[in-house]
């Protein structure tokens, strides 16, 4: 027989009007109704600035940013895309502005373009092109969704969009979906949908070549259906390809609210799949049965220096939350800018009002010393803590400075003249200038100690989780202070991974970022520990409190 070579199908995702509408839930959304009717998806990202990847971006600014196994610093996406559709993404899977002007320049220094005139077309967008094509080389894939950054009309995102039409024409056997997402405003004084701006964006994108097949129209009020007829005339597509999307109380319920009217039938049809029902029972547990049954709460407290932002610690938050739907728990964030601890000493009392603290990842001197007074304040009054990253290394400064009792104890990140440099930078990091793709990043294996809290947590001892941080626990230090209370429970090589406070309900640091890998269907085991000893607390009151 002869053989017969498998044809990723494309969807594309595009946005217009403005910024922040949900483009990657409405991404996810696709995928996941593709991925209940039996079909592969794999996720490509593709992002109009000129930076190589999310790795120097502030976090307040363009929110967290996401690592991948393989040690890819990523759009805040690419969060969701592994939360919502339990798949591994590839660093490969982003594609930049700034990656791709740079391999075009590096192979114009090389002479690989043999003396041409080097110009966006057909150069740059041969670039965008193979970078596409080499991600849909996975022999597994059904369907490629390639959501674009950006909204139509953005100026640096029209070379990725000719890109994308000339993908379809250079490969017409190839099944294509291309899906819109736009905003329906509902002024208040009108009391009624204006449908204009969707006109102008399909419009602008019909002059750039590219038609779209599906309109998902985002609105604070849901759309009637004469305002759904209105845009399928004026922006020349069917009734049915036009679906509402209104603000939801969880993103989680985006995918069937579209697939009700239709929609994960219609783009199989589109990309001529084969036609199966949909398998929803896994989504269904979690959005019909446990999330609107979330009827007891805790309050984990989150002292950080990124507070304006709220996708700045989107994966941490996301890891609470699991956590606390797999106990029956809902789970409220209380976002603490630690500078206030720094400036006014009885602030801290706030921490009373919370059931549990997590300090989560971050970089630079900036309400650094209002961390470790919060870890301090969850160690001395036993309230349940769970350091990441820098929370577990200002974990190990508080604890050398205020137990072991060496004062001048900090991080050279901080302080580079400390003397008691208990957190330091590796040696083969000190000579690094660039900042970007320069630090420990991805999977590493590590081994706990048996029989420890996380051992037991993981039920494992090897383990693997994702790393992001260049500062390490001095080696050299970890024997002056792993004699007390605290002990180093994991190792990498022999790099402190972890740490245990014995005699505390709960106090608990990682180096790496578990949150990562946490999904409502496999939350996090440090998250599921700090939960759980939040619960177990929280009981042990109540009893006691029935006993007087």
């Keep these: 027989m002869p053989n017969t070579v498998k044809k990723t199908r494309y969807v594309f995702i595009l946005g217009s009007v403005l910024s922040g509408l949900g483009k990657g839930i409405v991404t996810v959304s696709i995928g996941k109704n593709l991925q209940v009717r039996g079909h592969d998806v794999q996720v490509c990202k593709i992002d109009p600035y000129l930076n190589l990847d999310a790795g120097t971006m502030n976090p307040t600014e363009h929110?967290?940013?996401?690592?991948?196994?393989?040690?890819?610093?990523?759009?805040?996406?690419?969060?969701?895309?592994?939360?919502?559709?339990?798949?591994?993404?590839?660093?490969?899977?982003?594609?930049?502005?700034?990656?791709?002007?740079?391999?075009v320049i590096e192979k114009e220094r090389r002479g690989d373009y043999l003396g041409q005139t080097v110009q966006v077309v057909p150069h740059v967008i041969n670039e965008i092109l193979r970078r596409v094509e080499e991600i849909d080389q996975n022999a597994d894939t059904d369907v490629l969704l390639v959501e674009v950054g950006g909204t139509i009309g953005d100026i640096e995102s029209y070379p990725f969009l000719e890109a994308l039409r000339q993908l379809q024409r250079n490969h017409p056997e190839i099944e294509v979906c291309t899906v819109l997402l736009t905003y329906v405003p509902f002024p208040d004084h009108l009391s009624e949908h204006k449908t204009k701006p969707a006109?102008?964006?399909?419009?602008?994108?019909?002059?750039?070549?590219?038609?779209?097949?599906?309109?998902?129209?985002?609105?604070?009020?849901?759309?009637?259906?004469?305002?759904?007829?209105?845009?399928?005339?004026?922006?020349?597509?069917?009734?049915?390809?036009?679906?509402?999307?209104?603000?939801?109380?969880?993103?989680?319920?985006?995918?069937?609210?579209?697939?009700?009217?239709?929609?994960?039938?219609?783009?199989?049809?589109?990309?001529?799949?084969?036609?199966?029902?949909?398998?929803?029972?896994?989504?269904?547990?979690?959005?019909?049965?446990?999330?609107?049954?979330?009827?007891?709460?805790?309050?984990?407290?989150?002292?950080?220096?990124?507070?304006?932002?709220?996708?700045?610690?989107?994966?941490?938050?996301?890891?609470?939350?699991?956590?606390?739907?797999?106990?029956?728990?809902?789970?409220?964030?209380?976002?603490?800018?630690?500078?206030?601890?720094?400036k006014d000493e009885d602030f801290i009392k706030i921490l009373d009002e919370v059931d549990g603290i997590l300090v989560p990842g971050g970089f630079g001197d900036r309400g650094t010393e209002g961390k470790i007074k919060a870890i301090k304040y969850a160690r001395e009054n036993k309230i349940p803590?769970?350091?990441?990253?820098?929370?577990?290394?200002?974990?190990?400064?508080?604890?050398?400075?205020?137990?072991?009792?060496?004062?001048?104890?900090?991080?050279?990140?901080?302080?580079?003249?400390t003397e008691f440099p208990i957190i330091d930078i590796l040696p083969e990091q000190k000579n690094i200038t660039n900042l970007g793709g320069t630090m420990r990043l991805g999977g590493y294996d590590i081994t706990l100690?048996?029989?420890?809290?996380?051992?037991?947590?993981?039920?494992?001892?090897?383990?693997?989780?994702?790393?992001?941080h260049r500062y390490e626990v001095n080696p050299d230090l970890i024997e002056k202070i792993n004699?007390?209370?605290?002990?180093?429970?994991?190792?990498?090589?022999?790099?402190?991974?972890?740490?245990?406070?014995?005699?505390?309900?709960?106090?608990?640091?990682?180096?790496?970022h578990p949150e990562f890998k946490s999904t409502p269907w496999a939350p996090s085991a440090p998250y599921m520990g700090l939960i759980k000893a939040i619960i177990e607390k929280k009981n042990l009151k109540i009893k006691s409190e029935k006993k007087r």
């Design 63 to 103: 929110g967290e940013t996401f690592v991948t196994q393989d040690g890819g610093e990523l759009d805040v996406d690419f969060g969701h895309y592994e939360r919502f559709l339990s798949i591994n993404v590839s660093k490969k899977q982003n594609i930049t502005t700034g990656q791709v002007y740079l391999n």
């Design 449 to 468: 100690t048996k029989n420890t809290t996380l051992a037991k947590l993981y039920n494992a001892i090897h383990i693997n989780e994702r790393h992001r």
């Design 483 to 512: 004699d007390g209370e605290l002990k180093f429970t994991g190792f990498w090589n022999n790099l402190a991974e972890t740490f245990e406070l014995l005699g505390h309900p709960y106090f608990i640091g990682t180096q790496y």
């Design 385 to 417: 803590f769970l350091g990441i990253c820098l929370g577990f290394q200002l974990a190990v400064v508080e604890y050398t400075r205020n137990v072991i009792g060496i004062q001048d104890a900090h991080s050279t990140e901080m302080d580079s003249t």
């Design 199 to 342: 006109q102008h964006s399909v419009r602008e994108l019909r002059a750039a070549g590219i038609f779209p097949n599906i309109i998902v129209c985002r609105s604070d009020v849901s759309l009637t259906p004469k305002v759904i007829s209105k845009i399928a005339d004026f922006c020349d597509v069917p009734e049915h390809a036009v679906f509402d999307l209104p603000d939801l109380n969880n993103v989680f319920e985006a995918p069937q609210l579209l697939d009700n009217q239709g929609f994960g039938e219609l783009v199989g049809k589109l990309l001529k799949l084969p036609a199966a029902q949909p398998e929803w029972t896994k989504m269904d547990k979690l959005v019909k049965y446990t999330l609107p049954n979330l009827d007891k709460k805790i309050v984990i407290g989150v002292p950080g220096k990124y507070t304006t932002l709220r996708d700045s610690y989107i994966s941490v938050n996301e890891a609470l939350k699991h956590a606390g739907w797999q106990m029956g728990y809902d789970v409220e964030l209380q976002h603490i800018n630690t500078e206030q601890f720094e």
